[in-house]
């Protein structure tokens, strides 16, 4: 099974850089998704880590540490359209229908005011 | 990218009835899944629909409650049976990216928005 952990709610400044934390517990590990969901629309793609390490993308990095089951999404030069909840996702690598199954977090809801 | 058209895009139904969602894309696509998000809660894999074959389904949801369709590689209905208030969720159809099972990419469609009265 798996069991993923990010804070519910963060609020930022726009023109401020923020770090949204994941950590999981699980069966086994094909990889970690980072995916942006505006209000009312669907999830988005944004980060894919399997490997240690930091995967940077224009304005976005996210970084995964398998020993220690962790991962941060860090968005800088925050705008106003960043507000979205922000959803870590874990792959397992014994799903049973291949390599597409994601456990999703609950996702942070993130703010960003003037 | 894949574009995903799914409807209806919101329904009001009453309790005991049945709501068929219908999902379509763009390209033909092996893997399509149906996720469920609950108010508050984030999204729960209810079963990954099979092209030819029954529909594969997480623990949790079952046949009854949730027949799902594929009759080609561009095509899949969920029905969500004999409604209830706690049905009153977002149904969302997924597929996964072309680049293959290495990137695990999702697309996701609009979503259905039920609520169950």
């Known amino acids: 099974g798996q069991n993923i952990d990010q804070p519910t709610e963060m609020t930022a400044t726009e023109g401020a850089i923020v770090q949204i934390n994941c950590t999981y517990q699980t069966s086994g590990f094909n990889g970690l998704f980072w995916y942006q969901q505006h209000a009312g629309e669907a999830p988005t793609f944004l980060s894919y880590?399997?490997?240690?390490g930091l995967e940077e993308k224009g304005r976005f990095s996210s970084f995964l540490s398998r020993s220690k089951g962790y991962s941060y999404l860090l968005l800088k030069e925050l705008q106003m359209k960043d507000s979205a909840s922000y959803l870590c996702a874990v792959r397992d690598a014994y799903s049973g229908a291949g390599s597409y199954q994601l456990t999703f977090g609950k996702g942070t809801k993130l703010s960003v005011i003037p | 990218s894949a574009v995903i058209s799914q409807k209806p895009s919101r329904d009001i139904c009453q309790r005991g009835t049945s709501l068929t969602i219908q999902c379509q894309v763009d390209s033909q696509v092996t893997m399509m899944f149906w996720y469920r998000q609950q108010p508050g809660q984030s999204l729960t894999l209810i079963a990954t629909a099979n092209q030819g074959s029954e529909a594969t389904y997480e623990s949790g949801f079952v046949i009854d409650k949730f027949p799902i369709s594929r009759p080609n590689l561009t095509f899949s209905t969920l029905t969500v049976s004999n409604m209830s208030p706690e049905d009153s969720s977002i149904y969302l159809c997924?597929?996964?990216?072309?680049?293959?099972?290495?990137?695990?990419?999702?697309?996701f469609g609009e979503g259905s928005r039920l609520t169950v009265l």
């Open positions: 997924s597929v996964a990216g072309a680049e293959g099972p290495h990137t695990g990419e999702l697309f």
């Open positions: 880590n399997v490997l240690d």
